[in-house]
């Protein structure tokens, strides 16, 4: 039987997980993005880490149209 997407368990991630999967190269942007309330943080019982949900992180991904993004490096002669 499947559950349903709402009742699953999150995927905890930590800090450095999650910049790594943003492209970050360190987890203080990520702890922004908690401060910001684009992610949740998740704390284990006796515990001081802070973990972030993945599927939450890779929400955030967005793709880069490299068209509308970046000038052109075409010569138009």
């Known amino acids: 039987m499947k559950e349903n997407q709402d009742t699953q368990r999150p995927i905890l991630i930590n800090m450095t997980e999650a910049a790594g999967l943003l ?8 702890k922004k993005l908690i401060q910001e309330d684009y992610l949740k943080r998740y704390k284990l019982p006796d515990s001081t880490r802070t ?3 993945k599927k939450e992180v890779e ?7 490299e068209n509308n993004d970046a000038p052109s490096t075409k010569d138009d002669t």
């Open 51 to 53: 973990y972030v949900d």
């Open 23 to 30: 492209g970050y190269q360190s987890g203080q942007s990520v």
């Open 59 to 65: 929400a955030l991904i967005q793709p880069v149209n």
